[in-house]
């Protein structure tokens, strides 16, 4: 198996760098850099037995390149189903070791007039195992390596940059399915009646006749009825002389 990729990644490299290099002659060494990228998915259980346990992952390069080869290791709990380029035009052939928990691919772009790419230039479909559970997480790896450990480059037609490129890894994450939120019903305290304030009239007292006085006129405030008798009779006899007078 390791000849067969060793074959592939001869053969579809070459002619990546034959189309690239097509428009310059220097080739010099990038001093920035390109690194390769893996991308990472969070889903649920049930969202991944419906995809039938299979996953798809985009690979990309963080700067533009018209060539590339690069390594892809799958762990534990993955077996790699597919991998095809997301630019037109562009060739990805894919090999995987005997284990299949590795697969190689050199990629190639070429137009004319030549003009580079950059972001996802891959996408990777692997299968998770059965077994998995949320919390489960399943990791990826990429790198500009063949099945050997060897090497591999990158490639900028338009500029003639080259060098070795960088790698990165993703993950595929299981996560609990949601819930349906429990709707518990609300029962309201009950409300105490206000009691009414009973106001309670004060009785208004009837007032009572003040009593008869029993006690005695004083001496002086009244003449005794022997004494009214006496005055009347004086003045009666002066009344007489008077008139006898005349």
Do not use: H, W
Request: proline share 5%; net charge neutral; hydrophobic share 45%.
């Amino acid at each position: 198996m390791k000849t067969t990729l060793k074959k592939t990644m001869a053969a579809l490299s070459a002619a990546a760098v034959v189309a690239a290099s097509a428009a310059v002659m220097a080739v010099p060494t990038s001093a920035a850099g390109v690194s390769l990228t893996m991308g990472s998915k969070t889903l649920t259980l049930a969202e991944l037995k419906a995809a039938n346990y299979q996953v798809t992952l985009p690979i990309g390069v963080t700067d533009s390149i018209n060539s590339v080869g690069f390594g892809v290791t799958l762990g534990e709990g993955l077996t790699y189903v597919d991998l095809e380029a997301s630019v037109k035009k562009a060739t990805c052939l894919a090999a995987t070791n005997d284990a299949g928990n590795f697969v190689f691919a050199p990629f190639a772009y070429a137009t004319v007039p030549l003009k580079a790419v950059s972001g996802q230039i891959a996408a990777i479909t692997v299968e998770v195992s059965k077994d998995a559970k949320a919390g489960d997480t399943f990791t990826l790896s990429i790198d500009g390596k063949d099945s050997d450990g060897v090497e591999t480059s990158y490639k900028n037609g338009e500029t003639g940059d080259s060098g070795v490129p960088g790698g990165g890894a993703g993950t595929i994450t299981i996560v609990e399915d949601p819930t349906e939120p429990t709707t518990e019903a609300t029962t309201a305290a009950p409300t105490a009646t206000p009691v009414a304030a009973t106001t309670t009239a004060a009785k208004v007292a009837t007032p009572t006749k003040p009593a008869k006085s029993t006690s005695s006129p004083k001496t002086g405030d009244a003449l005794p009825v022997a004494g009214v008798a006496v005055a009347v009779a004086v003045i009666g006899g002066v009344a007489l002389v008077a008139k006898k007078r005349k």
